[in-house]
């Protein structure tokens, strides 16, 4: 192959690199107004009263909203959200109100003048507390609240879903198990950090339709939503969406487009601009979720896992309306890469009064694979085995069944590979090593495994154009977030239609109004299901440039072939046509003109996929698996609890690499979230539910000073038959089970089991000094 | 947002002190700005008017004169104390600490003048310049004063500096002869952070006994140098007797708080890991 396969630079190098790339924040629009949110100092209180009338005389305010103002809620799954707090707040960071106003400046000093009267309630600070029969309710009206059939929320409680899945029998799987080890594991809310605070702009304009200008994932679903809340017809919303800077899933589903839309509305029909703060983007903006799990494991003492039961409980925060499917995702795919023939595994999406959780990067899977690979590394040292040797000899592969009961396609990926690709690259097999008396070097291991968390019917699309010059334009709906996507599908064009790469521009915008339809960009869907829509968009070019082409050189459509820009006939290479002489129709010497100009279209579902049974949750979820596996070398101070990672390795069954490095980038990428996560990234709170360090001082990320010296990426391909060039996607599956690595080699250097996120030094230190 | 704020940036001392003056505790300097913003646009300092002190000639020198000192002037960034050879190779310690002051981005607009008046508890720079006792040089349209920084810091954010006065310059001493000096700094990350606990020490041979000074960040309210565990040395016994000892002195002496970025225990116990490493790589260096 000429073109897939190959290291090419990535299209938007150039426009990213000289800082010419458009995002949402260098849109500036005719008669602009902007807002500023004022922020609940609460995390549950109820609203008595707002009184805005001093905020309203600040020269240059033009209008202020609160939640009454909008009475109608929003959400992706759940319609749980409100576009201000009406009646309670429920996170300290809630929007109460919007100023909007001439210039911010203005909007700012207003905003300190508004005064609410609050009556506090007893907030839910812990995901367990609100599990209690007692606990206070922070959506009280959860019976009343419309949602896709696949969620289960239960009225009367804080559970915002419920998610089960069963297999087996797993009282019998856990009498034949020779030992059974329970144990529990936290995580913390955490926050995308993208380098670019979301930021939209809406105009509602005066014949009732909608435009938006955003820095979204999905403009398809801002657009779907907003029209199915709103009451407006798809037709009358177009959603403009320019390069976006960094998503991580923090920009999927929908945001604050409403807010700007209906603000611009209150205000004149202006466009109306919001852009958060880094602080406000710590404050307001969602997170991703809290995370609790207990696991119990049955195992023989030949090491066979006979039986499981799961329990995973989500910290949705505030709302829920895109968080329930984080609970579901980790429901269906709780056992990790590991074949357990009877399971018993619940998944609960539970409110509180922290900030709402969102989609992020690999969603429920870095939680709960936290919690599996811990506990695998602490089953097999219960039964003395080695835990290379213990993963291998349950590793869920083609023809064993996935927890929903999926029996695991022939060609799907290998997780044994990945696993037996980091145990040789890190050199396993040797014992820790003592190189001063507090420091120690040991070595860690962890798997991982995930599918696309999307409901069955997601669908991707594709336009492919041929210009009158011969250059081609492909129109795709996958936002690129950084990810790289587009790349990868111009070199899918540049194959399928023998093109050079630089002769194929990727649309750099998404414009509902123009663009081919995409579900969401998420998932890590979008390379296999917009490549196989790209695939097909170029065949049906190729189709139409081969019908005129047979009649202009007068053979039949199977004796033709493209190739370097032109068509010909096999085996006749000087009986040809430029592809530009076809780009419009064929124009004779006459005038006579046959064919016309050429758009190639395709499309693409998943093929085969189901609802989970509600009672069992069995059924067929995933479009692909793709398997991997982390290891890392740690060298651990045992005085301070400091730790350095010497060695990272990652190896990824990605199926084809359609570009390599593209794909080495999203590893190393994600590998350093997945490390920035895992030792460091962490919202705290006050006793009161306040965030305590909404800021970069305090709430640390890695950065290049961070990254491990030595990282070897393994790409592994096994390629899938239905994939595009056998291509699985990987962007997210990249940052999954580095922290479970780093623990499980702070387990082998010191016996200590830390199951407790962040592996912060001091949180090391005090989990070492337990033990003396 | 910053609050609406008054700029000055005058040429001249005379300026300067005419705003000051005129002012008072509405007016605050502004040098890297570095600190002053930040907490201007969080509402934690109040200000009407700013002025900026960057083109005033008088307040840009690093200068070293043998057998002197070092005098580093009010403006004068870290990134250009980081590259100053002289400053690498007779005050190492001070060198090593302004390192660990933020990423270069920050360094090429802070200043080590800023980040003593600045007064954070966790000050980098400020352990270095107490065991190097450096002197703060203190200007005002009254005159000029000159004051050990161990007298500087007077709390938290707080300094003896009147509004009407400005920092000129720190004046650092010739150290002591072949001494060896070293900042150890725990982070929570490896790149770039503020310190969880800092230890600045120095140590060298006088007739045939070593003499240590140590000064710590992120402890107290204040920059501190504890004496108490310095004169651990001049008395009796091992050399291991008198390291314990001065980290038992050390580890009393502190007042560490619980804050968002370490618990009091772990910066006691830190207090006393990094006291104990650094005496020992100070001992078996002189």
């Given at each position: 192959m000429k073109y897939v396969g190959k290291s090419i630079q990535r299209i938007d190098a150039f426009e990213k690199v000289t800082g010419s790339a458009e995002y949402a924040g260098d849109i500036e629009l005719p008669g602009m107004l902007y807002t500023k949110l004022l922020l609940s100092p609460y995390a549950h209180a109820k609203i008595k009263s707002i009184d805005f009338s001093d905020a309203l005389k600040v020269p240059g305010v033009i209008t202020i909203a609160i939640g009454e103002d909008f009475p109608f809620r929003i959400g992706l799954?759940?319609?749980?959200?409100?576009i201000l707090a009406r009646k309670k707040v429920r996170w300290v960071g809630e929007p109460v109100a919007a100023v909007v106003a001439e210039n911010l400046e203005a909007a700012e000093e207003a905003i300190e003048l508004i005064k609410v009267d609050y009556e506090p309630l007893p907030p839910v600070l812990d995901v367990r507390d609100a599990l209690k029969p007692d606990a206070p309710l922070v959506h009280e009206e959860l019976g009343e609240y419309a949602h896709s059939p696949a969620f289960n929320p239960i009225p009367g409680t804080n559970i915002a879903n419920r998610f089960v899945v069963k297999k087996g029998n797993v009282e019998e799987g856990f009498k034949k198990s020779d030992v059974i080890v329970e144990n529990e594991f936290l995580m913390p809310q955490v926050s995308h950090v993208p380098m670019e605070p979301h930021t939209c702009i809406g105009q509602y304009m005066k014949d009732g339709s909608i435009k938006i200008w955003t820095s979204a994932q999905s403009p398809f679903a801002i657009r779907y939503i907003l029209g199915y809340s709103l009451g407006v017809p798809l037709h009358k919303i177009s959603v403009y969406v320019p390069y976006v800077g960094g998503g991580f899933g923090g920009k999927a589903g929908i945001n604050f487009e409403p807010l700007v839309v209906l603000l611009s509305k209150k205000a004149g029909y202006r466009p109306v601009k919001l852009e958060l703060t880094r602080e406000e983007q710590f404050m307001v903006a969602p997170v991703r979720q809290g995370f609790y799990g207990k696991i119990k494991t049955g195992v023989t003492r030949d090491g066979k896992i006979m039986a499981e039961k799961i329990l995973y409980v989500f910290d949705a925060g505030a709302y829920a309306d895109y968080g329930v499917n984080i609970g579901r995702a980790a429901g269906y795919s709780c056992t990790g890469p590991y074949y357990v023939p009877n399971l018993e595994g619940e998944s609960l999406t539970v409110y509180t009064n922290h900030p709402w959780g969102t989609a992020f990067r690999g969603f429920g899977h870095f939680e709960f694979l936290w919690a599996i690979e811990r506990q695998m590394e602490i089953v097999a040292a219960e039964i003395g085995m080695d835990p290379i040797e213990f993963r291998l000899k349950n590793a869920l592969l083609p023809g064993l069944t996935t927890p929903t009961g999926e029996k695991l396609r022939e060609d799907a990926g290998r997780i044994d590979q990945c696993i037996k690709a980091v145990a040789e690259k890190i050199g396993w097999g040797t014992p820790p090593v003592k190189i001063t008396p507090n420091k120690i070097r040991a070595k860690g291991i962890a798997a991982l495994w995930k599918a696309p968390a999307?409901?069955?019917?997601?669908a991707s699309s594709a336009i492919i154009k041929l210009n009158e010059d011969g250059t081609f334009l492909l129109s795709v709906g996958v936002t690129e977030i950084g990810q790289g996507t587009v790349t990868a599908l111009a070199q899918i064009v540049a194959e399928e239609l023998s093109v050079p790469v630089e002769k194929i521009k990727v649309v750099p915008f998404r414009h509902t109004d123009l663009t081919p339809y995409s579900w969401q960009t998420v998932a890590s869907r979008n390379l296999f299901m917009e490549g196989r829509a790209v695939i097909r968009a170029a065949r049906d070019v190729k189709e139409q440039i081969l019908e005129v082409a047979s009649q202009v050189l007068r053979v039949p459509k199977d004796d033709l072939e493209i190739e370097d820009e032109k068509v010909y006939v096999k085996g006749r290479p000087e009986w040809s046509l430029q592809l530009k002489d076809i780009a419009a129709g064929y124009v004779y010497p006459n005038g006579n003109t046959i064919g016309g100009p050429i758009i190639g279209r395709g499309y693409y579902v998943g093929s085969r996929l189901t609802y989970l049974d509600p009672e069992t949750g069995q059924g067929y979820p995933a479009l692909k698996w793709t398997f991997g596996a982390q290891a890392v070398e740690i060298e651990l101070d045992t005085e301070t609890g400091e730790i350095k990672i010497l060695k990272l390795v990652s190896a990824f069954d990605v199926g084809k690499a359609i570009n390599p490095m593209l794909v080495e980038g999203q590893i190393v990428g994600g590998c350093v979230q997945s490390i920035s996560l895992g030792m460091w990234e962490e919202y705290k709170y006050d006793k009161n539910g306040r965030m305590i360090n909404p800021n970069l001082t305090d709430y640390k990320i890695a950065r290049a000073g961070d990254i491990p010296e030595e990282h070897i990426v393994v790409i592994i391909e096994n390629p899938q038959k239905d994939g595009p060039y056998g291509a699985r996607g990987v962007g997210e599956l990249s940052m999954l089970s580095v922290p479970p690595a780093i623990a499980n080699a702070i387990f082998h250097a010191t016996g200590v089991n830390i199951n407790?996120?962040?592996?912060s030094f001091e949180n090391i230190w005090k989990a070492l000094k337990e033990k003396r | 947002m910053l609050p609406k704020i008054e700029y000055s940036c005058p040429q001249t001392l005379e300026e300067l002190f005419e705003i000051l003056e005129k002012y008072k505790e509405q007016a605050k300097v502004l040098a890297g700005g570095t600190d002053l913003l930040v907490s201007l646009r969080d509402r934690i300092e109040k200000a009407r008017h700013i002025v900026d002190i960057k083109k005033i000639k008088e307040l840009e020198k690093l200068e070293y004169r043998e057998g002197e000192g070092l005098v580093i002037g009010a403006t004068v960034t870290l990134r250009k104390i980081l590259e100053s050879r002289v400053v690498k190779e007779r005050y190492p310690v001070l060198w090593e600490a302004v390192r660990t002051i933020g990423d270069m981005i920050l360094k090429n607009r802070a200043t080590l003048v800023g980040n003593i008046c600045n007064a954070s508890p966790a000050a980098d720079s400020a352990p270095a310049l107490l065991i190097l006792e450096a002197k703060v040089r203190i200007l005002s349209r009254e005159g000029f004063r000159e004051v050990p920084i161990e007298n500087f810091f007077t709390g938290v954010k707080k300094t003896i500096l009147k509004p009407w006065e400005i920092v000129k310059e720190v004046f650092v001493p010739e150290p002591p002869r072949n001494h060896f000096g070293r900042y150890l700094k725990m982070m929570r990350v490896m790149s770039e952070d503020l310190s969880v606990v800092g230890v600045a020490g120095l140590g060298y041979r006088e007739g045939g006994d070593v003499k240590i000074r140590l000064a710590y960040s992120s402890v107290a309210p204040t920059p501190l140098r504890i004496r108490e565990a310095e004169e651990?040395?001049?008395?009796?016994?091992?050399i291991e007797e008198k390291i314990e000892r001065a980290v038992q002195i050390a580890a009393e002496k502190v007042s560490p708080i619980s804050d968002v970025r370490g618990s009091a225990e772990y910066r006691l116990h830190l207090v006393k890991v990094l006291t104990r490493r650094l005496l020992k790589q100070i001992v078996e260096v002189v």
């Amino acid at each position: 192959m000429k073109y897939v396969g190959k290291s090419i630079q990535r299209i938007d190098a150039f426009e990213k690199v000289t800082g010419s790339a458009e995002y949402a924040g260098d849109i500036e629009l005719p008669g602009m107004l902007y807002t500023k949110l004022l922020l609940s100092p609460y995390a549950h209180a109820k609203i008595k009263s707002i009184d805005f009338s001093d905020a309203l005389k600040v020269p240059g305010v033009i209008t202020i909203a609160i939640g009454e103002d909008f009475p109608f809620r929003i959400g992706l799954y759940v319609n749980d959200r409100n576009i201000l707090a009406r009646k309670k707040v429920r996170w300290v960071g809630e929007p109460v109100a919007a100023v909007v106003a001439e210039n911010l400046e203005a909007a700012e000093e207003a905003i300190e003048l508004i005064k609410v009267d609050y009556e506090p309630l007893p907030p839910v600070l812990d995901v367990r507390d609100a599990l209690k029969p007692d606990a206070p309710l922070v959506h009280e009206e959860l019976g009343e609240y419309a949602h896709s059939p696949a969620f289960n929320p239960i009225p009367g409680t804080n559970i915002a879903n419920r998610f089960v899945v069963k297999k087996g029998n797993v009282e019998e799987g856990f009498k034949k198990s020779d030992v059974i080890v329970e144990n529990e594991f936290l995580m913390p809310q955490v926050s995308h950090v993208p380098m670019e605070p979301h930021t939209c702009i809406g105009q509602y304009m005066k014949d009732g339709s909608i435009k938006i200008w955003t820095s979204a994932q999905s403009p398809f679903a801002i657009r779907y939503i907003l029209g199915y809340s709103l009451g407006v017809p798809l037709h009358k919303i177009s959603v403009y969406v320019p390069y976006v800077g960094g998503g991580f899933g923090g920009k999927a589903g929908i945001n604050f487009e409403p807010l700007v839309v209906l603000l611009s509305k209150k205000a004149g029909y202006r466009p109306v601009k919001l852009e958060l703060t880094r602080e406000e983007q710590f404050m307001v903006a969602p997170v991703r979720q809290g995370f609790y799990g207990k696991i119990k494991t049955g195992v023989t003492r030949d090491g066979k896992i006979m039986a499981e039961k799961i329990l995973y409980v989500f910290d949705a925060g505030a709302y829920a309306d895109y968080g329930v499917n984080i609970g579901r995702a980790a429901g269906y795919s709780c056992t990790g890469p590991y074949y357990v023939p009877n399971l018993e595994g619940e998944s609960l999406t539970v409110y509180t009064n922290h900030p709402w959780g969102t989609a992020f990067r690999g969603f429920g899977h870095f939680e709960f694979l936290w919690a599996i690979e811990r506990q695998m590394e602490i089953v097999a040292a219960e039964i003395g085995m080695d835990p290379i040797e213990f993963r291998l000899k349950n590793a869920l592969l083609p023809g064993l069944t996935t927890p929903t009961g999926e029996k695991l396609r022939e060609d799907a990926g290998r997780i044994d590979q990945c696993i037996k690709a980091v145990a040789e690259k890190i050199g396993w097999g040797t014992p820790p090593v003592k190189i001063t008396p507090n420091k120690i070097r040991a070595k860690g291991i962890a798997a991982l495994w995930k599918a696309p968390a999307m409901p069955p019917n997601a669908a991707s699309s594709a336009i492919i154009k041929l210009n009158e010059d011969g250059t081609f334009l492909l129109s795709v709906g996958v936002t690129e977030i950084g990810q790289g996507t587009v790349t990868a599908l111009a070199q899918i064009v540049a194959e399928e239609l023998s093109v050079p790469v630089e002769k194929i521009k990727v649309v750099p915008f998404r414009h509902t109004d123009l663009t081919p339809y995409s579900w969401q960009t998420v998932a890590s869907r979008n390379l296999f299901m917009e490549g196989r829509a790209v695939i097909r968009a170029a065949r049906d070019v190729k189709e139409q440039i081969l019908e005129v082409a047979s009649q202009v050189l007068r053979v039949p459509k199977d004796d033709l072939e493209i190739e370097d820009e032109k068509v010909y006939v096999k085996g006749r290479p000087e009986w040809s046509l430029q592809l530009k002489d076809i780009a419009a129709g064929y124009v004779y010497p006459n005038g006579n003109t046959i064919g016309g100009p050429i758009i190639g279209r395709g499309y693409y579902v998943g093929s085969r996929l189901t609802y989970l049974d509600p009672e069992t949750g069995q059924g067929y979820p995933a479009l692909k698996w793709t398997f991997g596996a982390q290891a890392v070398e740690i060298e651990l101070d045992t005085e301070t609890g400091e730790i350095k990672i010497l060695k990272l390795v990652s190896a990824f069954d990605v199926g084809k690499a359609i570009n390599p490095m593209l794909v080495e980038g999203q590893i190393v990428g994600g590998c350093v979230q997945s490390i920035s996560l895992g030792m460091w990234e962490e919202y705290k709170y006050d006793k009161n539910g306040r965030m305590i360090n909404p800021n970069l001082t305090d709430y640390k990320i890695a950065r290049a000073g961070d990254i491990p010296e030595e990282h070897i990426v393994v790409i592994i391909e096994n390629p899938q038959k239905d994939g595009p060039y056998g291509a699985r996607g990987v962007g997210e599956l990249s940052m999954l089970s580095v922290p479970p690595a780093i623990a499980n080699a702070i387990f082998h250097a010191t016996g200590v089991n830390i199951n407790n996120l962040p592996l912060s030094f001091e949180n090391i230190w005090k989990a070492l000094k337990e033990k003396r | 947002m910053l609050p609406k704020i008054e700029y000055s940036c005058p040429q001249t001392l005379e300026e300067l002190f005419e705003i000051l003056e005129k002012y008072k505790e509405q007016a605050k300097v502004l040098a890297g700005g570095t600190d002053l913003l930040v907490s201007l646009r969080d509402r934690i300092e109040k200000a009407r008017h700013i002025v900026d002190i960057k083109k005033i000639k008088e307040l840009e020198k690093l200068e070293y004169r043998e057998g002197e000192g070092l005098v580093i002037g009010a403006t004068v960034t870290l990134r250009k104390i980081l590259e100053s050879r002289v400053v690498k190779e007779r005050y190492p310690v001070l060198w090593e600490a302004v390192r660990t002051i933020g990423d270069m981005i920050l360094k090429n607009r802070a200043t080590l003048v800023g980040n003593i008046c600045n007064a954070s508890p966790a000050a980098d720079s400020a352990p270095a310049l107490l065991i190097l006792e450096a002197k703060v040089r203190i200007l005002s349209r009254e005159g000029f004063r000159e004051v050990p920084i161990e007298n500087f810091f007077t709390g938290v954010k707080k300094t003896i500096l009147k509004p009407w006065e400005i920092v000129k310059e720190v004046f650092v001493p010739e150290p002591p002869r072949n001494h060896f000096g070293r900042y150890l700094k725990m982070m929570r990350v490896m790149s770039e952070d503020l310190s969880v606990v800092g230890v600045a020490g120095l140590g060298y041979r006088e007739g045939g006994d070593v003499k240590i000074r140590l000064a710590y960040s992120s402890v107290a309210p204040t920059p501190l140098r504890i004496r108490e565990a310095e004169e651990a040395f001049l008395k009796p016994g091992t050399i291991e007797e008198k390291i314990e000892r001065a980290v038992q002195i050390a580890a009393e002496k502190v007042s560490p708080i619980s804050d968002v970025r370490g618990s009091a225990e772990y910066r006691l116990h830190l207090v006393k890991v990094l006291t104990r490493r650094l005496l020992k790589q100070i001992v078996e260096v002189v």
